[in-house]
């Protein structure tokens, strides 16, 4: 049996290889004590060291979040470049950035990393290179003093406040429900996205192919709209860094109606992927939301696997994004949660409170709408919050 070290180190892999290094080997220790200087042991240190030397490897990655110390010891005694799995992350992050939103996020993320590890860098930092943990600020921003890095970081912190401010502006001027895809990084949220809308985001099998919010409008067979708004992907040790950054753009989540929590069915992980997505959900603060699991990819199971999973996740709703296969049972639970929360209103409102017939509109599906001499006589199916709000109106 597999065990979460050898699962956590071929995930390790993937990443290098998103981030497109090549790797050449793998090492693993198990201690009960981390070595505070090293954060290996000796005998294993020296193994690694003749691992980089017999391979000609010019970069060390490790699977956990190294100190300080360790750094600066491990790349002395190895003589190589060293990095840990959140530098990894967040080189990643800043070769996906492509809008301005993102690019701010990451560099913040970047930075914050960087400031406590300033302390004895000195030469350090003046020979650091391209590449994995250097690219974003990039190598001048890296050889500046703390006071400016902490300037920087403030500026983009007011430059992603402005960001904040205008996301709720644009969220006030949305009258439609939305609902937020969440799941692992590659679980298939983008292809589900291209699914249910016919939009045209960037599909890839690499993980962290999505940075940016993306939303897309559908409409509903029963008429009412809504707007998908899938986002970033998480994953396991996900940089604290990365959570606090990307406030604004995880903001989409949290001003959800209803969250899709997309899970990729043939991942043999998969149960430590749902635990690791609650885990963040319940960080953001939305673990309570209205939700509805969906097990992606089923064209890759068996006929006794899937059977085993409706067991255990009776709720979960099987579909391939891919092929489309079920994906009118998705839209079946998706308008059943709707109704759910919306009721049949017959009202008379007068002509001088008309503004309320836009909202209805917008918010609701107009079945009968009339025009007579002092008012608008009106059937439609609302959220019941809106229904409560226009009682006195009940013809």
């Not at 940016?212 to 994953?235: A, E, H, M, N, Y």
Request: proline letters at 3%.
């Amino acid at each position: 049996m597999v065990g979460q070290d050898e699962i956590s180190l071929e995930e390790l892999k993937r990443l290098a290889d998103t981030a497109g290094v090549k790797v050449l080997k793998k090492l693993m220790q198990r201690r009960f004590v981390i070595n505070p200087a090293f954060y290996i042991g000796k005998g294993k240190l020296k193994e690694l060291k003749h691992l980089v030397f017999e391979n000609g490897a010019n970069l060390v990655i490790f699977d956990n979040e190294l100190t300080p110390a360790q750094f600066r010891n491990l790349e002395n005694f190895l003589e190589t470049r060293v990095v840990d799995r959140t530098q990894l992350i967040l080189d990643i992050f800043a070769q996906h950035a492509h809008t301005r939103e993102s690019k701010l996020q990451v560099e913040l993320a970047q930075l914050q990393y960087l400031l406590p590890r300033l302390t004895g860098k000195g030469e350090e930092l003046s020979r650091l290179g391209g590449g994995i943990g250097t690219r974003g600020p990039g190598e001048t921003k890296l050889e500046i003093d703390r006071r400016r890095i902490e300037k920087r970081i403030y500026k983009l912190k007011q430059e992603l406040k402005n960001v904040k401010k205008n996301r709720q502006i644009q969220r006030k001027s949305r009258k439609d429900p939305v609902v937020a895809l969440v799941g692992y990084t590659n679980a298939g949220k983008s292809t589900l996205l291209n699914t249910l809308t016919n939009a045209n985001t960037e599909v890839a099998d690499k993980l962290f192919a999505t940075l940016d919010s993306t939303l897309r409008r559908l409409t509903l067979p029963f008429g009412k709209q809504i707007i998908i708004s899938d986002t970033v992907g998480f994953i396991k040790k996900l940089p604290h860094q990365l959570v606090a950054s990307f406030q604004a753009t995880l903001e989409e989540i949290k001003e959800a109606d209803i969250l899709l929590h997309v899970v990729d069915s043939s991942e043999p992980e998969l149960e430590n992927h749902i635990k690791v997505v609650n885990a963040v959900l319940k960080e953001l603060g939305v673990f309570h939301k209205e939700k509805i699991m969906v097990l992606n990819k089923i064209d890759r199971l068996e006929k006794g696997q899937l059977l085993d999973l409706g067991i255990k996740y009776p709720r979960a709703v099987p579909v391939s994004a891919l092929s489309g296969k079920c994906i009118d049972n998705l839209m079946g639970k998706i308008c059943e949660i709707m109704l759910n929360e919306m009721t049949t209103v017959h009202l008379k409102i007068p002509y001088h409170e008309a503004g309320w017939i836009n909202t209805i509109h917008h918010q609701g599906l107009v079945l009968k709408e009339k025009y007579v001499n002092d008012s608008i006589i009106i059937k439609a199916t609302i959220p019941t919050e809106l229904a409560n709000r226009l009682k006195k109106y009940t013809y």
